[in-house]
């Protein structure tokens, strides 16, 4: 691993989980600057997000995205149009939104391309 480095967050680590959680968690990222959050939605919404449905992953998703200068997501096309029951990014701190072409005509995509400032569809 050449030139790269690994940073672990301490916190909670469940039994068959690869994850760290929890306060301890989040109290790690806020000490930490990116230059970009690369996250994956449970559900994307022109008017409310990116949504995520546990709450322990969206308090790290929201801190991900308030310490870092930009917020990349990735969500297939079943993802685009729903609504968790967790708001962890408001569409105005969504910089890039990629998606595949699964949902191209969908009202979904067409919301979140006139939402968003950019919308990749591979």
Avoid: W
Wanted: hydrophobic share 50%.
């Amino acid at each position: 691993m050449l030139g790269n480095e690994i940073i672990l967050l301490g916190g909670t680590l469940s039994a068959g989980a690869q994850q760290t959680r929890g306060e301890i968690t989040v109290g790690e990222i806020v000490r930490y600057r990116a230059d970009i959050a690369l996250l994956s939605p449970v559900g994307i919404e022109a008017s409310r997000g990116a949504t995520s449905f546990h709450p322990h992953e969206a308090a790290i998703a929201r801190a991900m995205v308030q310490q870092s200068a930009a917020t990349i997501l990735l969500a297939d096309h079943s993802k685009l149009g729903v609504v968790s029951r967790t708001v962890y990014a408001a569409p105005q701190a969504i910089a890039t939104l990629i998606t595949d072409g699964g949902g191209e005509a969908s009202a979904a995509l067409a919301a979140l391309q006139q939402a968003l400032p950019q919308v990749i569809v591979v």
